[in-house]
């Protein structure tokens, strides 16, 4: 058993495994002065600490939490939508963006997604693997407990498989648990640029069917944005995973107009991901088809672009409105969702309840995993994180630093910082 007690709040985000939508999202159902019982890899109860049930006699009880602490328990982040497995950085680029650079320029000089695939192709498995455990350590350190993990940066067979067979070999060396997507349709390979239906056609003959065969995805992507693959292509490929018993996911709206969210509507994908360029037509299709739109407001701070997605409008609709890094070497390299919870609030106007409801409870529905994982309530793996904070609203207003001192994954502490101190 495992008691984690003194806690100053527990948002609990207690009610089931529904998603939550407009004002719902409001509501984390806060515990003052809480605790929380952990049995196994489970939360066996969670209330008042005054209310604890009375222990049975020998019963071994290992605790959590010194008085005066002011912590604040939550469930671990879920960061539904990553791009974890690359080799190298692009630093070089982040300085060209500082010198006035855009993204796409970058991209268009050889940059960008293909600099990536050339340093993947020329890795190991076991050199991403290496790369990915130490960033998958720092993922727990930040409190998040779940991540999905994408291909992408391999655009052959071979080196799809590459990625997410290292994602697959993690899952034995990291307590951080993973949800892989096949993201083929990440990029045109290089040398496939004057031959892209052979690509579109390799993706959905060769790649979808051996990567289903081999169960080493859950999800399907299509990064379907101006320059990278277009709507019919997009829909091509997500019918032929559809049809292989994959989720969908969709890269939409993120450098254009693209019509990637309608799509994703159309389909019954899971999620549509970034929707900085989003119209009302499309906010009334995902609230439709019931399609979590996933906001990764990182990308817009990192590339220093002023306009985000319109998360009030969406919220407003009743669309459930999850939250990711977008983790990548590219647009986008921060594996700190407190930190996405700040840019939620001060960029997009979310309230520190939203935005942890978004990074908890809505980011585990999206990848179909809210009856385990996204709040604490009896019966729920036990994946919980500490806070050194006394009130949830500090989490984003102290903002930049890491406030995670507790990560509990299943049950068993995998970052203990109060022990050490
Ligand atoms: O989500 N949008 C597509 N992919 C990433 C960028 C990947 C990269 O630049 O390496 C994204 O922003
Ligand atoms: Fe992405």
């Known amino acids: 058993m495992l008691l984690l007690k003194n806690i100053a709040q527990v948002a609990t985000l ?7 939508c407009g004002p719902a999202m409001a509501d984390i159902g806060i515990v003052e002065n809480g605790a929380i019982l952990i049995r196994g890899q489970h939360i066996q109860w969670v209330g008042r600490a005054r209310d604890l049930p009375v222990l049975k006699p020998g019963e071994e009880c290992q605790t959590i939490g010194g008085a005066g602490l002011g912590l604040l328990a939550l469930p671990g982040f879920v960061d539904s939508h990553t791009h974890p497995i690359f080799a190298g950085t692009r630093a070089q680029e982040y300085e060209l963006r500082c010198l006035g650079k855009t993204y796409q320029e970058i991209a268009a000089s050889g940059g960008g997604i293909q600099a990536s695939v050339r340093q993947v192709r020329a890795a190991s498995q076991a050199q991403l693997v290496q790369a990915a455990e130490r960033f998958f350590y720092r993922f727990l350190e930040h409190g998040t407990t779940t991540i999905e993990a994408k291909s992408g940066y391999g655009l052959s067979l071979q080196d799809e498989l590459k990625i997410l067979e290292a994602i697959a ?3 034995h060396r990291s307590r951080l648990e993973t949800v892989p997507t096949f993201l083929g349709a990440h990029a045109i390979p290089e040398e496939r640029k004057n031959s892209r239906e052979e690509y579109v056609r390799q993706i959905i003959e060769e790649m979808i069917p051996r990567i289903s065969k081999d169960g080493l995805a859950s999800y399907c992507d299509v990064f379907c944005d101006d320059g990278y693959f277009t709507v019919e292509e997009g829909r091509e490929i997500l019918t032929a995973a559809k049809r292989a018993g994959l989720g969908l996911r969709v890269h939409a709206e993120e450098l254009g107009h693209s019509g990637g969210a309608r799509l994703a509507a159309e389909l019954g994908a ?7 360029w989003i119209d009302d037509q499309d906010i009334e299709a995902l609230k439709r088809a019931g399609t979590v739109a996933t906001l990764l407001p990182g990308t817009a701070f990192n590339l220093g672009l002023r306009h985000y997605p319109p998360a009030r409008k969406l919220i407003a609709a009743g669309v459930p ?3 990711g890094t977008d983790f990548n070497p590219g647009s986008c390299f921060t594996l700190n969702m407190q930190l996405i ?4 609030c001060s960029q997009m106007g979310m309230t520190p309840a939203e935005a942890i409801t978004a990074a908890t409870i809505n980011g585990a529905y999206s990848l179909g995993l809210s009856d385990r994982l996204g709040s604490i309530e009896e019966g729920k793996q036990a994946d919980i994180v500490l806070m050194d904070v006394g009130d949830y609203r500090e989490l984003p207003y102290f903002f930049g630093v890491n406030h995670c001192v507790v ?15």
Do not use: F, W, Y
């Open 407 to 421: 990560t509990i994954k299943r049950g068993i502490p995998a970052i203990n910082k109060l022990e050490e101190a």
């Open 321 to 323: 409105v999850a939250l």
């Open 14 to 20: 207690r009610g089931g495994p529904v998603p939550r």
């Open 341 to 344: 919870l700040s840019i939620a």
């Open 169 to 171: 070999e993690l899952k």
């Open 270 to 276: 899971r999620s549509a991901d970034h929707l900085e």
